[in-house]
């Protein structure tokens, strides 16, 4: 069985069964677009094609659609499957409240470990980047008044040097609590700033390996890039109840993080001094 479909206001296709699901799981066509097969009477969008008439590739049925899908491309949705395709309707049912609140608590249920890390994350960096500011301007200050001290006209440049330093921990430090002030709200933004920083943590060989390689983990797996995403805003706020709870791993990880960074920041001013 061969489908066509609709891709920018042109047919495209022909496709077999595997290929369509395959562009569904992709969002390359989606529940408003219009699919057709011989035996039709004519083109339907892919959300109104009915059971018998959508492809079937041994997979698992989404209760939306009744097309059949890979497990591995599924959610749940209050304990029914519904395909990448159905999820954005499924979800925008959730947060107009349309749908039971067991579906919204079932998902959130199924990713509030992974939240949890994430949030607990975004604290580190908050407080990571308030100390790492506070060092800083401590260091710009120091520096500042030495600058003005008659008797070291004559060694400007170490102060200069430290002055340079303490702003740019000031301003990197800035910077980190904003991220974590983002990642703690599970706000999409703070994705791509903080991987960056992670990345470049990776390089701390051995401890700052572990720990961002980590953070890269939660920020990019696939549970990471459905919780920060507008979708799971909407699953949060249909489940206040909810409340999630920081692993003891995450409060080890802030503690030796936070031990790393008041060192840094006391070898700092005592430099700066």
């Known amino acids: 069985m061969t489908w066509h479909y609709v891709l920018n206001g042109s047919p495209a296709g022909p496709i077999d069964a595997t290929e369509l ?16 097969r011989e035996g039709m009477t004519d083109w339907i969008p892919y959300s109104e094609t009915r059971a018998a008439e959508l492809p079937t590739a041994g997979g698992t049925t989404c209760t939306h659609c009744n097309g059949s899908f890979p497990p591995d491309q599924l959610i749940q949705l209050g304990g029914s499957p519904v395909c990448p ?18 579906a919204a608590v079932q998902l959130r249920t199924q ?6 890390s994430l949030r607990s ?16 301007l401590l260091m710009l200050i120091g520096a ?35 991220c974590g002030f983002h990642l703690r709200r599970l706000r999409p933004l703070a994705r791509i700033p903080v991987g960056i920083i992670s990345a470049l943590g990776l390089l701390a060989i051995p401890l700052g390996t572990l720990i961002n390689g980590y953070i890269l983990y939660l920020l990019f797996s696939k549970k990471g ?49």
Do not use: D
Request: proline fraction near 4%; glycine fraction near 12%.
């Open 21 to 36: 699901s395959q562009k569904v799981a992709e969002g390359v066509i989606t529940p408003a677009t219009l699919v057709w």
């Open 85 to 102: 395709a159905c999820k954005p309707i499924a979800l925008e049912k959730v947060r107009e409240g349309v749908t039971t609140n067991s």
């Open 111 to 116: 990713h509030l470990g992974h939240e949890a």
């Open 121 to 136: 994350v975004g604290v580190l960096y908050l407080v990571g980047g308030i100390l790492t500011s506070l060092g800083g």
């Open 144 to 178: 500042l008044r030495l600058m003005g001290n008659p008797n070291l006209a004559q060694s400007n440049q170490p102060v200069l040097i430290a002055a340079t330093i303490g702003l740019v921990l000031l301003v990197v430090g800035g910077l980190q609590a904003a």
């Open 225 to 273: 890039r459905f919780i920060l995403s507008p979708e799971y805003q909407a699953i949060v706020a249909a489940t206040p109840e909810i409340k999630y709870r920081t692993s003891i791993v995450i409060w080890i990880l802030l503690g030796l993080v936070l031990v790393f960074i008041v060192g840094a920041i006391g070898a700092s001013t005592i430099f700066g001094g």
